[in-house]
Nanobody, 115 residues
Framework: QVQLVESGGGLVQPGGSLRLSCAASGFTFSTYVMRWYRQAPGKQRELVARISSGGSTVYGDSVKGRFTISRDVAKNTVYLQMNSLKPEDTAVYYC?????????WGQGTQVTVSS
């Protein structure tokens, strides 16, 4: 059974940091492209960051220089380190795994940036 379980969300003040984790199981994690998306209320889901099976990374323009995606193959986990958080980063963050037409989503974790 495929599972993507996100954790690490919560409430943080502007300028603060959070690290999201996504624990994967039920598929060959090392061969999949992993992505983080987010969706704010009333907005479309947007790509935050992606990391290939080889470790290459791509970031959305709004998070470049502030967020870092990484993966630990030994732990079947992908991370999103978020620094210098802004109120506009408030959203539900989703983990995604994809390869050759197969894709899976996590259930999402809420991140709220507010003073």
């Amino acid at each position: 059974q495929v599972q993507l379980v996100e954790s690490g969300g919560g409430l943080v003040q502007p300028g603060g940091s959070l690290r999201l984790s996504c624990a994967a199981s039920g598929f060959t994690f090392s061969t999949y492209v992993m992505r983080w998306y987010r969706q704010a209320p009333g907005k479309q889901r947007e790509l935050v960051a992606r990391i290939s099976s080889g470790g290459s990374t791509v970031y959305g323009d709004s998070v470049k220089g502030r967020f870092t995606i990484s993966r630990d193959v030994a732990k079947n986990t992908v991370y999103l380190q978020m620094n210098s958080l802004k109120p506009e980063d408030t959203a539900v963050y989703y983990c995604y795994a994809g390869r050759l037409g197969r894709f899976y989503w996590g259930q999402g974790t809420q991140v709220t940036v507010s003073s």
